[in-house]
C-alpha cells in the first residue's frame, strides 16, 4: 500500500491567519506556497487559512472570534502590518492571545511596515522608545496557558531602524530587504523612457539602505549609476530638518529622470520639497519617488495630486495595501501611483520558516 502521506513537521501543518484587510494577501500567499512546494515533492504544505472577525457588542466592548480548527497544534502566521494605529495594534493582541489560547504549535507575525517603527528618536521625560515594548507585549500575549511562549519570529520590510531588529533579541526580528526588488523595474522603465537617469537620497542613511542593490543592478546592466545626495539643516528650536542643497553626481541631473529613493513616505512633504528643488535648481526632467513603503499619511494625498506637484510617478512596495484603501484609488487611476508585490519574496520565507530552514539566505 503506497503512503499518501506528506512530510511529517514537528509544528504541524501551514495556517496563515490575515487581520482585517490582508484576506485576500492570505489567499494569494496560500497560492505561492503550495505551488513552490509543488515544486520540490519532498516537502508537500498544504496551507489552511484561519480567519479572525472582529466586532463589538451593544456595550462596546470587543467580540473576537477565532476557532481552533487550523490554528490548535499548527504553525500559525499571522498577517498583518503598520501603522500601528490602535485598532491594528488591538486586532494583532487579541489575535495572538486567542492563537496561543486555542494551543498552536508554533507563532509567526508578518508585520510587512512595523507598526511603530519610526518611533527611533531619543527618549525623553514624555516620550520612550515604542519598538521593544510592543514586542514584550506581543511575546507576553502570545503564551500558552502553560506559560510557554508559542511567538517564535517577527518578520518585516526594510525596517526604518536598527533599534526594530534588535528589540526582540537576536534572530527574533528578522527585516525582508526589498530594495533591489523595488528599484530593479523602476530603472528599468526609467531607461527605456530616457537614458539619462540619475538616483537622489534625501540623507546619508538612505543612500546606505540602497547600496548593495545598487551595486547589484549596476553589474547586472554595465552600466555606472549617478547619485546625488541632500544636504540638511535642523532647526534647534523645532527639530525639524529642512533640505538647503544637494552634492554629488550634480553635473548628471539636467535633462535627466531622477529617482528620489527612500525607506517610506509619510506625509510627503520632504519628497514635495526634494523634488521641487531637483526640477528648479538642478533643471531635472522628469522626478520619480521609490519608497519601500507608502504610508501617506495626513495630506499626502492632495500634495501628490496637486497641479504643482514636481513628483510624476510614486513607486511602492505593497507592504501597506494600497487597493485596501479608498483614499488612494485617485493616484492609482491616474496612473501616479504603482505598486510592486513583496509577496512573492514572503511565500518564500513563510515556505522556508515552516520547514525549519534558513530565511535569511532566502529573503
Not at 303 to 324: C, K, W, Y
Not at 335 to 346: A, F, V
Amino acid at each position: 500500500m503506497t503512503d499518501t502521506r506528506g512530510p511529517w513537521n514537528q509544528h504541524g501543518g501551514l495556517t496563515l491567519i490575515p487581520l482585517r484587510g490582508y484576506e485576500k494577501s492570505a489567499e494569494r500567499l496560500k497560492a505561492a506556497i503550495e505551488a513552490q512546494s509543488q515544486r520540490d515533492d519532498s516537502l508537500s504544505t498544504p496551507v489552511d487559512i484561519a480567519r479572525p472577525t472582529f466586532g463589538t457588542y451593544a456595550n462596546g466592548e470587543p467580540d473576537i472570534q477565532l476557532d481552533k480548527k487550523h490554528v490548535g497544534g499548527h504553525d500559525c502566521v499571522i498577517l498583518t502590518s503598520g501603522p500601528g494605529t490602535i485598532q491594528m495594534i488591538s486586532d494583532l493582541m487579541w489575535t495572538l492571545a486567542f492563537v496561543a489560547a486555542r494551543r498552536a504549535s508554533r507563532v509567526m507575525v508578518v508585520t510587512g511596515y512595523f507598526p511603530l517603527g519610526r518611533s527611533d528618536k531619543d527618549e525623553g521625560h514624555l516620550r520612550l522608545t515604542t519598538p521593544p515594548m510592543l514586542v514584550g507585549m506581543m511575546k507576553a500575549v502570545a503564551t500558552l496557558p502553560s506559560g510557554t511562549p508559542v511567538l517564535d519570529r517577527i518578520v518585516c520590510a526594510d525596517p526604518h531602524s536598527p533599534q526594530i531588529t534588535m528589540a526582540g533579541g537576536s534572530g527574533f526580528v528578522t527585516p525582508i530587504i526589498l530594495s533591489r526588488r523595488l528599484l530593479s523595474p523602476i530603472v528599468t522603465e526609467a531607461q527605456a523612457l530616457n537614458p539619462r537617469i540619475c538616483l537622489a537620497f534625501p540623507d546619508d542613511g538612505a543612500a546606505k539602505r540602497f547600496e548593495s542593490a545598487i551595486l547589484r543592478i549596476s553589474q547586472d546592466l554595465g552600466i555606472e549609476i549617478p547619485m546625488v545626495y541632500g544636504i540638511k539643516r535642523r532647526d534647534i528650536r523645532t527639530g525639524k530638518s529642512q533640505l538647503i542643497a544637494m552634492y554629488g553626481d550634480l553635473e548628471a541631473l539636467p535633462g535627466s529622470v531622477v529617482i528620489m529613493l527612500d525607506d517610506e513616505i509619510a506625509t510627503g512633504g520632504s519628497v514635495i520639497d526634494m523634488g521641487r528643488m531637483l526640477k528648479d535648481t538642478y533643471r531635472a526632467h522628469t522626478v520619480w519617488a521609490g519608497v519601500t513603503h507608502g504610508v501617506f499619511a495626513g495630506s499626502a494625498v492632495e500634495r501628490f495630486m496637486a497641479e504643482d506637484s514636481p513628483v510624476q510617478r510614486l513607486i511602492t512596495m505593497d507592504t501597506i495595501g494600497a487597493h485596501n484603501r479608498p483614499e488612494l484609488v485617485p493616484m492609482l487611476e491616474r496612473g501616479l501611483l504603482q505598486t510592486h508585490s513583496w509577496e512573492p519574496d514572503l511565500a518564500r520565507v513563510i515556505y522556508h520558516h515552516h520547514w525549519n530552514e534558513n530565511i535569511r539566505e532566502v529573503r
